[in-house]
């Protein structure tokens, strides 16, 4: 069962900031938080991933909480083309279970 | 360019019928993956290979069999024993904890 919480859909406006959810209250300290996103009838997109601290890379940016039980992805001005479900995953080695995700509409 | 190669994109089987689904890589990656996704649902785990000539099941490995002949292959078939085959499968690979690469899927059906 996955282990991460994420709200079913949510919704922005085009070129705004975006904040996705997810709780993990039974996070270890070797799982890994990961993001992917998938557009329809497509394999999930890697988005990026940490462990403690806060990453940025060219899609996102990752906010971890101190106690690790959450985090939030964000997107710094959505597109039209981030509009996709974004998936929260905890990795431990190479063990990843999916959940339902969060379905991002972004309206122009 | 490296990646995950999955074949066909679309495939139909028929009753009592046993199908397999081509997965191939060129990322050198030791780990492999098989998921199952139905319509408006995550992605669920059947099968995954760490190594050649070693395989686990997954969560839902009933009805599905596979394969780890070649680090760079690990295909997927789906028995006659699998009732309900009709999804989205997705094969993914990685590397010592990097990011999982996914193909861009098989769609089956049922005739």
């Known amino acids: 069962d996955a282990k991460t919480t994420q709200p079913n859909s949510m919704e922005s406006n085009e070129e705004e900031p975006v904040h996705l959810p997810c709780n993990h209250s039974?996070?270890?300290?070797?799982?890994?938080i990961h993001w992917y996103r998938q557009l329809p009838s497509q394999g999930p997109e890697y988005v990026i991933h940490?462990?403690?601290s806060n990453v940025n890379n060219r899609m996102a940016s990752l906010a971890i909480a101190e106690d690790r039980k959450s985090s939030t992805l964000i997107l710094h001005r959505a597109t039209l083309r981030d509009a996709a479900v974004y998936y929260c995953?905890?990795?431990?080695?190479?063990?990843?279970?999916f959940g339902a995700g969060t379905r991002l509409t972004v309206k122009p | 360019d490296g990646g995950i190669t999955q074949s066909p994109k679309y495939l139909f089987r028929k009753e009592g019928q046993n199908v397999t689904l081509s997965c191939e890589q060129n990322?050198?990656?030791?780990?492999m993956y098989w998921y199952r996704q139905d319509p408006g649902q995550g992605l669920r785990l059947i099968y995954y290979?760490?190594?050649?000539?070693?395989?686990q099941k997954g969560d839902i490995a009933e009805g599905y069999s596979v394969s780890r002949e070649k680090k760079e292959s690990f295909p997927l078939t789906v028995t006659s024993a699998q009732k309900n085959p009709t999804a989205f499968y997705l094969c993914?690979?990685?590397?010592?904890?990097?990011?999982?690469?996914f193909g861009d899927g098989t769609r089956l059906s049922i005739l």
């Open positions: 990322l050198n990656h030791d780990a």
């Open positions: 995953i905890l990795r431990v080695l190479n063990d990843m279970r």
């Open positions: 993914a690979s990685t590397f010592q904890g990097q990011p999982q690469h």
């Open positions: 290979s760490q190594i050649v000539n070693d395989f």
């Open positions: 039974t996070i270890s300290g070797t799982d890994y």
């Open positions: 940490g462990l403690t």
